[in-house]
């Protein structure tokens, strides 16, 4: 009896500590310190809401030729999970698109894409995520 016990409570233990590592906040602010000379703020990013709806993959990446052919093999544990990690200021870097376009397109190209499907989507225009104080 006492060994299920200390088993229960091992197996909760590992199951708690599991949940605390893949976890990813709700909402976090996306501002990056690359930036040095902002126009705009950063932008707050449910990470929830997209996590819901859209694949990981959909968003995160790490394209490798495989075959002749661009192949996305990114996984959470690749330690490429922001996007300047792979990314620099300049473009000037293996994948050849700035940090800036990066986001862009990313973010507001599949808010675009959404939006021609005539599916709810997020916000496109600047100031609706980039809020002036």
């Not at 088993?7 to 709700?26: K, N, W, Y």
């Not at 694949?55 to 999970?81: A, I």
Request: with cysteine; charged share 25%.
């Amino acid at each position: 009896m006492r060994s299920r016990v200390l088993f229960v409570c091992c197996l909760a233990l590992c199951v708690f500590i599991a949940g605390t590592i893949v976890a990813q906040e709700d909402r976090y602010f996306i501002e990056s310190k690359a930036f040095e000379n902002r126009q705009r703020t950063g932008v707050e990013f449910n990470h929830l809401l997209h996590y819901e709806i859209i694949d990981c993959m959909d968003c995160h990446h790490d394209y490798v030729d495989v075959k002749g052919k661009k192949e996305n093999v990114w996984d959470m544990f690749s330690g490429k999970n922001y996007c300047s990690d792979c990314h620099t200021v300049s473009g000037e870097d293996e994948t050849g698109m700035g940090l800036m376009q990066a986001f862009h397109e990313q973010c507001i190209g599949c808010h675009q894409e959404y939006l021609r499907q005539g599916k709810n989507t997020g916000y496109i225009m600047c100031g609706e995520c980039h809020v002036r104080p």
